[in-house]
């Protein structure tokens, strides 16, 4: 029996790639407007991100309880084997909450084949690591081998990104007034990056022309073997400087294009990372 892969929405996956490797989605919520929408199904970043340049303020919550609960129970019932891959548990309680309604499932079906594994991992990054797991699974694998292979892909991906403007890391309690404020005046463009899960600032690049180039000598630093591995770009609406910054990484690296992974940042991460993000996701050459 094929192992089942489940992810949830924070991956920024298609519905192609969900459809392709049979991979099952939970959505996270989005707050807008005082209504609730399930990230994916009934709300699309492109509404986010419009209403955050009106000056909206949207929210999201982890994926309910009663959700995992009803999920693990039908998969435990059929004992069919299941391995959720979560969202880095440092930016959702989604993680947890899967453990706790797992360990309720488990007191009924003490034997149910479902696991639970903290990527530490967001957006296509965590992406990235899901697609390899579901690969596997296609193939065959064993849930043991599965969990592996997810285990070593997260700990081994990078996380580079820039935001385009400060203010929304600021809503989100990511950065200071005070460096927001000054972000924005002098021009300065934040890189950042992701450390055992959380988000960290890493340089502070003045004007967008360096940004790209620093991206890419980062990549060079702390990355390996880019013409054997799957590289991803998401970006907060901007598919036109998404693909400037695939062409540099295929002249620069000899990457394939279709090896480029290119989606949009969801709801879920926009919300909080804002309009006009790029982020870069790639395996390095040693762990974090």
């Given at each position: ?21 049979d991979?099952?989605?939970?959505p ?9 929408y399930?990230?994916?199904?009934e ?108 285990q ?7 996380h ?27 021009k ?15 340089e ?27 590289i ?57």
């Open positions: 029996m094929l192992v089942k892969i489940l992810a949830d929405s924070a991956t920024d996956l298609s519905m192609n790639h969900y459809n392709e490797f991979i099952e989605m939970v996270l919520t989005v707050h807008l407007d005082e209504k609730e399930k990230d994916n199904v709300i699309q970043p492109k509404t986010v991100y419009d209403a955050m340049r009106q000056g909206k303020s949207p929210k999201t919550s982890q994926v309910s309880p009663e959700t995992f609960h009803n999920l693990f129970t039908t998969y435990a019932e059929k004992n069919e084997p299941l391995v959720y891959l979560a969202f880095s548990s440092e930016l959702s309680g989604t993680y947890q909450t899967a453990k706790m309604m797992l360990q309720e499932v488990k007191e009924t079906y003490p034997d149910a084949p479902i696991d639970v594994v903290d990527t530490k991992c967001a957006s296509i990054g965590y992406g990235l690591v899901v697609l390899y797991a579901a690969k596997a699974a296609k193939n065959g694998a064993s849930a043991e081998d599965i969990i592996q292979s997810a070593y892909h997260a700990t081994h991906m990078e580079i990104f820039t935001v385009d403007d400060l203010e929304y890391l600021y809503r989100g309690g990511r950065v200071s007034k005070t460096a927001a404020f000054v972000g924005s005046l002098l300065i463009k934040p890189i950042l990056h992701v450390e055992n899960g959380k988000l960290v600032p890493l502070k690049i003045r004007g967008s022309k360096k940004l790209f180039n620093r991206m890419l000598d980062i990549m060079e630093e702390r990355g390996t073997d880019f013409t054997n591995q799957l991803g770009i998401s970006h907060g609406d901007d598919l036109e400087r998404a693909e400037q910054l695939s062409s540099l990484i295929q002249e620069r690296f000899g990457t394939a294009k279709e090896d480029i992974v290119i989606e949009m940042v969801g709801s879920v991460i926009g919300a909080h990372s804002g309009p006009g993000t790029i982020a870069l996701f790639f395996l390095n050459s040693s762990p974090k």
